[in-house]
């Protein structure tokens, strides 16, 4: 398994070229984020059912460690709007749609921000210039290295992703797909390297498969 994608460092190349950033996103929407327990109302309102907010917690808990160690290297992302995201992105996960259901759900009740951050975050692609990243991107990540209710990594969330987008495309879709997660497993040595912690150190212990455990 270690081995399946041939990661090496020194493939992951950080590109510039190409990338916009989409700074008008969070900062110039002007409202507060919900708090850890407006989050859960807002949750049980909706009837998130309890597994996909267990997922959210761990995904709230990761994004929001990933932002600290970000902004401690020099970045200045909301790490307050990226924990309510993380919290909220898969409110109406049961629905088609369901990112743009969830955002248009929060954004009627007043949450844009949080709205603008989880409205495309199954298709969204990471920014691969790690300075540029925004709280979009982080939200993505934490989502892409999270399996249910728990820190996995990105290779078994990878091969998760790839099990099923193969059961979908077919067969003929699987080189695409490799490189796809490759690259993304790429990244986040990359990602590691930035901020100086292997992510599972950053992530608090209780979110952590136990592989990572200590
Ligand atoms: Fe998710």
């Known amino acids: ?7 090496k460092k020194e493939n992951c190349k950080i590109k510039n070229e190409n990338y916009k950033t989409k700074k008008e996103n969070c900062q110039n929407i002007k409202e507060k984020c919900p708090t850890k327990s407006e989050c859960e109302n807002i949750l049980e309102k909706y009837n998130t059912p309890i597994h996909v907010r267990k997922h959210c917690y761990a995904v709230s808990k990761t994004a929001g460690s990933i932002a600290e160690a970000l902004n401690n290297k020099g970045l200045k992302l ?3 709007l990226v924990r309510a995201a993380g919290y909220l992105h898969d409110i109406a996960r049961v629905e088609k749609n369901h990112d743009k259901v969830g955002a248009d759900y929060l954004s009627s009740i007043g949450y ?6 989880i409205k495309n975050h199954t298709k969204h692609k990471i920014n691969p210039d790690i300075g540029l990243l ?8 934490a ?6 209710s728990n820190y996995v990594g990105p290779k078994k969330r990878m091969d998760y992703i790839m099990s099923k987008a193969i059961l979908k495309y077919g067969q003929d879709s699987r080189d ?9 497993v790429n990244f986040i040595y990359a990602l590691e390297d930035f901020i100086g912690s292997p992510l599972y150190k950053i992530v608090p212990e209780d979110i952590r498969e136990e592989k990572y455990k200590n």
């Open 134 to 141: 925004d709280e979009e991107d982080v939200l993505c990540i």
């Open 1 to 7: 398994m270690e081995e399946k994608y041939g990661f």
């Open 112 to 117: 844009k921000k949080v709205a603008n951050v």
């Open 78 to 80: 909301d790490v307050d």
């Open 143 to 148: 989502d892409r290295v999270v399996l249910q």
């Open 176 to 184: 695409l797909l490799d490189s796809i997660a490759k690259e993304f």
